[in-house]
């Protein structure tokens, strides 16, 4: 059985999607969504062995070695070009999910939908689907084990959610253009939980010398805490 996070990755993978689980470790996400009927085929990519034996261990007890391939490298190298028509890349940083869709752009192209669960910094990838010409269709969010998850669900097409105005799209890019609308509970909770961080550090800065640069910083800080509190 599947944790509530990948569960919720799982449900937004389209029905008979060629996925590439990118960071798979136990390759939870291709075996459930095969069992389920959902993919056609899967493969499972991994940077480091151990995950990647742990994947291939998970797929080899499912008895599905033909159906997943799991193999061994950097982010989407481990794809061939118009190979994957769905990609889900889950559990790490926002900035190395980011990175790991720069560098293998020319493996984008039949991809259908990005699945991606930032544990941080979700403001990373939502900037970089927005600059890549991917509309960000959905977002969830969703708390487990007293941790907070987004998952953000991309495809190609014009984007019409932002708002031309910069101010506000920083906003909506940090927050996430329907989280912020919709509000649900672990919603208020990451972002209280942010907004208690900056106080934080915020009291630390008030016991050190004012540099002007300084000063500047706390000015941000406290109008990013402000926003925080208020969402
Ligand atoms: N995706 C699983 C999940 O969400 O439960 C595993 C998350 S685990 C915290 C992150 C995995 O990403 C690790 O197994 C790590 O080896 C792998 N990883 C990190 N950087 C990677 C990269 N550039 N390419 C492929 N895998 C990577």
């Known amino acids: 059985i599947l944790d509530r ?5 799982v449900d937004y993978i389209p029905k008979g999607s060629v996925l590439a689980d990118i960071g798979s ?13 959902i993919i056609s085929k899967g493969i499972a990519g991994e940077v480091n062995v151990g995950p990647m034996e742990a994947a291939r261990a998970q797929v080899d007890l499912i ?11 950097d982010g989407l190298a481990v794809l061939k070009e118009d190979e994957a028509t769905c990609i889900s890349i889950c559990g790490m940083g926002g900035s190395l999910i980011r ?9 984008l ?10 544990n941080v910094d979700g403001q990373h990838v939502r900037s970089w689907l927005l600059e890549n010409g991917y509309v960000l269709v959905k977002e ?20 019409t959610i932002y708002s031309e105005e910069v101010n506000e799209r920083n906003w909506q890019l940090l927050f996430g253009p329907f989280l912020i609308q919709e509000r649900p509970e672990p919603f208020k909770l990451k972002w209280s939980r942010e907004a208690d961080k900056l106080e934080y550090v915020l009291g630390q800065m008030a016991d050190g010398i004012q540099s002007e640069a300084l000063i500047q910083k706390q000015v941000e800080f406290k109008r990013m805490r402000d926003k925080m509190r208020e969402v």
Do not use: F, M, W
Not at 25 to 37: F, R, S
Not at 99 to 107: R, V, Y
Not at 109 to 118: D, F, H, N, S
Not at 141 to 156: A, P, Q, S, T
């Open 25 to 37: 470790d136990h390759a939870y996400v291709p075996c459930y969504a095969l069992q389920q009927g």
């Open 63 to 73: 008895e599905s070695l033909d159906a997943i391939d799991v193999r061994l490298g």
């Open 99 to 107: 990175s790991i869709l720069e560098t293998g752009k020319e493996k």
């Open 109 to 118: 192209g039949a991809v259908e939908r990005l699945i991606l669960q930032p």
């Open 140 to 159: 969830s969010i969703v708390e487990e084990n007293d941790k907070v998850y987004e998952i953000l669900v991309g495809e190609k097409g014009i984007e």
């Open 5 to 9: 996070r990948l569960k919720q990755v």
